[in-house]
Structures are given as C-alpha cells and as structure tokens.
C-alpha cells in the first residue's frame, strides 16, 4: 500500500489543478487517490485521471513533466518540474507577431545551482518566492541551459519551508571573470574592477519606489555597465572585488548585476591602473564583438565601405524622433519634419563587418557645417542629396576609428558613435606582417623604415 509521503507530489499536481473548486480539500483528494490504487489497483497516471473526473477538473492541466534539479537540466529536456526560489524577476515588453506583449525573465535558484529562465507571459511572482514549476521545456542562450515557460506551463507558490535554505551567491564557486569576458547568462561571477561612473536613479517597483544604482565599471580589459539593486556604498573612482553577481544583457551589451546575494569587498586603490588608464576607449575588433553580443565605449578601427542612405540631411518626427519616409511618420502619419543630420555606414576591419551611425555632431564636425549651413547649401544647390554626396566624399573608402556603444539584435551589430578620427594605415607594415604569418620571408628594413 503507497503511504502519504510517496502519495505527496501526485497529491500536490491534483490539488494545483483543482485548486478553484473551493469545496474540495487536500485530504479528499488524497483519500480517493488512494481508493483508486488500493481498491481497483490502477497506474498512478490512470487514477490521477479518475480523481479529477469525480472532481470535474480538467486532466489536461496535470504535469507531464520528470522531476529535476537545476544541476540535472540537459538541453534535450522538453517537458521538466522543479522545484526552486526566484533569486531574480523582472518584466519587459516584447513584440511577438506584430503585438506586444509582456513577458518576465530572471533567475531561479535550488541547492544544487542556479539557472536563468524566461516566462513567455507575465509571471505574477515575486523575488525569494518557492514555487513548484510543472511542464517547463529548456532550450540553449549563448550554449548555457536556460528554463524556459510557455502556454503548457503551470506555476504553483509554495510555503517557505518547502526548499531548504542555500546560500544563493554561493551555489557552487564563483569563478573569476575579466570584463572583456562578459556575455549574458553568466552566474557567480567573481571580477575586481574600478568604478568610472556612478548614478542613483529611483524606479517604480510594483508601486513601491526603489533606489538602483547604476554606473560603469573597467578593469584592465575592458569597461561595462553595473546596477546594484541593494545599497553597497560604492563611490566613484574606488576599486572593489564582486562576488556573486550575474550577467544580463540588453540588445547585446552585457550589463553586471548586483543583488541581494552579491558581496562587495573594498581593495587598495593601487590593485588597477588610474581612472585616467582605464576610461580610454580599447581596441576591439568586429569579430570579438559578433561572439560577445555587443560593449559599451569601445573603439574600433577600420575601413568604412558604404554610405547607406537615410545619410545625410534627414527630417524626424517632431513627437517620437523617427526619421520620416515621405513626410511620413510609422507611427504619427504625416507630420511636419525637423531636420536633422546624420551617417548611417557601414564599417569594416577585416575580421568583419557593422552598421555604424552617427549623430548630428559628429556629422557637422565631418562637414564643416552646422545644420543651418548644411540647409544652406541644400538650398544653393537646389537639391538635398548634395549633403549626402559631401559625406560620401569625405568618408567613403577611409580608415577611421571610431569609438562608441556596440549593440546586436536580429539584423546584426550596430554602433552608436560616440567620436570619429580618420587614421593612416602602414601598408608595407601590414603586408610585411600579412607575409609573415604565411611563412613567406620579408625585407624588415622596408618595414621598419616606414615605421620610423
């Protein structure tokens, strides 16, 4: 004869299904599951179907789905329990089929390890609930196991003492991480880093104001966004190490993460270069930023290879900012435009290719004219498409650096630039370095007289 304890999670799915039927309790449930195996000696799944149909519940709501730990998801697993604690929840509006919708995303966390985790509606739960997870599939983000909660998924919150307590910044060792090494999905992360920047901002919490602090940290690697979700007493320009804390990114560009489980050591201000070293933009090239998703104030040098159009003296919508197609706004129908200036282009450093744009000043720093001159001589020339053809002349087919914010989505990588300088190029240096690492021998006095 099967006991309660054994009888306790079949007990629990039947109870989450009929859960709206008020006249029903835990122990009714129980005493007819146990009528149907003891006395007519059904399967379990047989005799949960028969408890709901005397219930009137609907069967199929049952979980379907094997009982896991964090630490034993595989990427085949399509149809999992668990049972965990949200260590992280948060929402966003995304636009699936034309319509937006919002959806909740975050960590969840076990004794065995933790693990993220996207709900394709919005899941009304809140940081540090336990919750019972039935019929939730996994897929791969960035080749790391992520939960993922669909229309066939069902959550249930449970008590506190359902889980056992566990230390959530310490599920297994942090590992250490330099900056240039971030991508999202990252958990435990361990980095010492100096803070560059750093800004209190207040945000409305489910109706409950809450104080975030955001800023931008770097180590001898690279520079990254930060938001602290707790008060650490961080201040510009010290050195701290984290441990614990979590990697997001949005559009690409990984952002660290502290929370309530994240712990911060103050360190000699001497263990990183000077502020001054580290806020200097680094060089990266096109193919790193592909395999990492996207980085904030870095510099990349290379060979812009188009003018796109839309470059050039361009009108946006005076309520949203939009670039107009034919006096007309996407969103606001046609509207009288303000112009503005602008260089959509792409860029190219050998190891790949990007969309880069830049904004009105820049692009009267490249023409030598403010937007009032630019109409100017639009006007004098009679045409519009004559600011177009300055920058193509200017710009086309030269070496540049140019340094801003990389952002990645559907469509690719695109940056936002920040500066731009044109550079020269050492092409016997470059060919002589080229032949080289072909195994072909080469002149070295023609290279390093270039170089002087």
Not at 25 to 36: A, C, G, N, P, W
Not at 260 to 267: M, Q
Not at 402 to 426: R, W
Request: hydrophobic letters at 35%; proline letters at 3%; one cysteine or more.
């Amino acid at each position: 004869m099967i006991d309660s304890i054994e009888l306790a999670p079949f007990v629990e799915d039947l109870t989450r299904v009929l859960e709206n039927n008020e006249d029903i309790d835990t122990q009714d449930i129980e005493t007819e599951l146990k009528r149907f195996l003891d006395e007519f000696d059904l399967p379990i799944d047989e005799a949960k179907r028969c408890v709901l149909k005397k219930f009137g519940g609907d069967p199929k709501l049952l979980g379907n789905g094997i009982d896991k730990t964090i630490n034993e998801l595989t990427l085949t697993d399509n149809c999992v329990n668990l049972l965990c604690r949200i260590l992280f929840i948060d929402n966003k509006e995304v636009s699936v089929d034309g319509k937006t919708k919002t959806i909740s995303y975050g960590i969840f966390g076990d004794p065995s390890g933790t693990v993220p985790f996207t709900a394709w509606h919005e899941l009304h739960c809140e940081k540090g609930e336990v919750i019972r997870i039935y019929n939730a599939y996994v897929r791969s983000w960035r080749d790391k196991v992520q939960v993922n909660l669909g229309d066939r998924t069902h959550v249930r919150e449970l008590p506190q003492d359902a889980l056992p307590k566990f230390n959530n910044s310490n599920n297994g060792e942090s590992e250490e991480y330099s900056v240039n090494a971030f991508h999202d999905g990252l958990r435990n992360v361990s980095v010492v880093m100096r803070i560059l920047e750093l800004n209190e901002k207040q945000i409305n919490v489910k109706g409950e104001q809450k104080t975030i602090f955001r800023g931008i940290a770097a180590d001898e690697t690279g520079k990254c966004r930060f938001a602290a979700w707790s008060d650490f007493d961080l201040k510009a320009d010290e050195v701290v190490k984290i441990t614990g804390g979590y990697i997001r990114a949005w559009r690409g560009v990984p952002e660290l993460q502290l929370n309530g489980g994240t712990t911060v050591e103050k360190l000699s201000g001497d263990t990183l270069p000077s502020h001054e070293l580290l806020i200097k933009d680094r060089i990266i090239t096109i193919s790193k930023l592909k395999h990492i998703g996207g980085a904030v104030s870095v510099a990349v040098e290379g060979v812009i290879l188009d003018i796109r159009p839309g470059s050039g003296l361009i009108k946006r919508c005076p309520q949203c900012n939009r670039a107009l197609q034919n006096e007309s706004c996407m969103v606001h129908g046609q509207v009288s435009g303000e112009f503005d200036l602008r260089v959509k282009c792409v860029l190219d450093d050998g190891t790949g290719a990007m969309s880069v744009v830049l904004g009105k000043d820049i692009t009267e720093h490249l023409l030598g004219l403010d937007i009032n001159g630019c109409l100017a001589r639009a006007k004098e020339q009679v045409r519009i498409e004559v600011i177009l053809e300055d920058l193509t002349m200017k710009l086309l087919a030269r070496p540049v650096k140019i340094s801003g914010t990389v952002l990645s989505d559907e469509y690719g990588l695109m940056m936002i630039g920040a500066t731009i300088e044109f550079i020269s190029i050492k092409i016997k240096t470059e060919a002589c370095s080229l032949l080289n690492s072909l195994g072909i021998e080469t002149d070295n006095e023609v290279c390093n007289h270039e170089q002087s």
